[in-house]
């Protein structure tokens, strides 16, 4: 980030960017202490089966307040988590919460799935690989309560140690997600290609259904992955009119603030009993 190029297409100095600079130095300090400081969590987003109207699963997302206050986006953290090595420690943490959270779900009789985002660095670590399977060898805990959730951008269809690592966590039984897609450098052929269930697009097209070229776009997409038998997912979804469209596209699923923000784990139990009184 070094500032927009002017019309004549030179970079001038941002003065945000030096400052910008200091900020992502002092987050990565504190980041480094963050787990041991137990400053982060984890809650969860309701995902909807909009076809047979009932919560499908959730998705676990990672939060980190700073010194127990100062909320950073987890877009900031995990970039930079990401450039200094210490995602696989954020990842561990996640993965953990969201096995203790299953299980104590589980013993008050809420079964839902749910899915965690993973790096391209942790699967492409042997060790993230042994440590997963460690964790689902000796758990009371299905594979298949689990989803992973991918990012599009990081895929390439003829990167093959990744696609063998996907290929690898379906066969152990997990099911495999593709997020944000749109953002990356897919095309729809890729869909056939690439080894996954669930495909979730990006909520950038979401927010612009009401633009019949855009819409058009949307439709599409989620009849060619219907011909693969892959399950659609729409992210962001904010209003009755984006369901009303997505329904009529044959969506699968939703999730966005239409139905619920992530919540505190107390807060996902009221909303998973509410909403099973009102379906
Ligand atoms: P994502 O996986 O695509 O997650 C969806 C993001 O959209 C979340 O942002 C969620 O809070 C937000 N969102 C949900 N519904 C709506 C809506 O209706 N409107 C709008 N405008 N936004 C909505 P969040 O929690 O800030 O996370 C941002 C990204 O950070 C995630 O995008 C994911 O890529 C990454 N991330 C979050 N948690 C983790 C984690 O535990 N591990 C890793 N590796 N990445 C994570
Ligand atoms: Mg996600
Ligand atoms: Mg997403
Ligand atoms: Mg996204």
């Known amino acids: 980030e070094q500032g927009e190029p002017n019309k004549s297409g030179v970079y001038y100095y941002d003065r945000n960017f030096e400052k910008k600079r200091r900020e ?25 089966d909009i076809v047979n109207n009932k919560i499908s699963g959730v998705e676990a997302l990672v939060r980190w307040k700073r010194n127990g206050t100062d909320y950073i986006e987890p ?4 970039t930079i988590a990401e450039e200094i090595g210490f995602i696989n420690k954020i990842s561990e943490f996640v993965f953990k ?10 013993s008050k009789g809420i079964k839902v799935k749910c899915s965690v985002n993973v790096s391209v660095y942790d699967l492409l670590d042997e060790y993230y690989t042994y440590w997963v399977n460690g964790i689902f060898s000796d758990e009371d805990i299905d ?8 990012t599009e951008r990081v895929i390439a269809y003829n990167d093959k140690k990744l696609l063998d690592k996907m290929y690898y ?15 990356g450098y897919n095309s729809l052929m890729s869909i056939g290609e690439i080894p996954f269930d669930k495909l979730k697009i990006d909520k950038y097209f979401i927010s612009r259904l009401n633009r019949i070229e855009v819409a058009e776009l949307v439709k599409s997409i989620i009849q060619y ?17 984006q369901i009303k469209i ?16 992530p919540l505190m784990p107390e807060e996902f139990e009221e909303f998973y009993s509410k909403f099973n009184k009102l379906s």
Not at 75 to 78: E, K, S, T
Not at 97 to 106: A, D, H, Y
Not at 229 to 234: D, L, R, S, W, Y
Request: proline content about 1%.
């Open 24 to 48: 992502n130095q002092d987050i990565t300090g504190a980041l480094l202490e963050s787990i041991i400081k137990n400053e982060m969590y984890v809650v969860y987003q309701p995902k909807i």
């Open 75 to 78: 877009n900031i953290f995990i």
């Open 97 to 106: 919460s969201v096995t203790k959270q299953i299980m104590e779900w589980k």
């Open 143 to 150: 594979r298949s309560d689990f989803e992973i959730e991918i």
């Open 169 to 183: 966590f379906k066969e152990k039984g997990f099911l495999i997600s593709i997020d944000d897609f749109g953002t």
């Open 225 to 241: 992955a219907h011909t693969f038998g892959k399950i659609v997912v729409a992210e962001g979804v904010e209003n009755e009119e």
């Open 246 to 261: 997505l329904k009529s596209f044959n969506c699968d699923e939703v999730q966005g603030y239409y139905f619920s923000k």
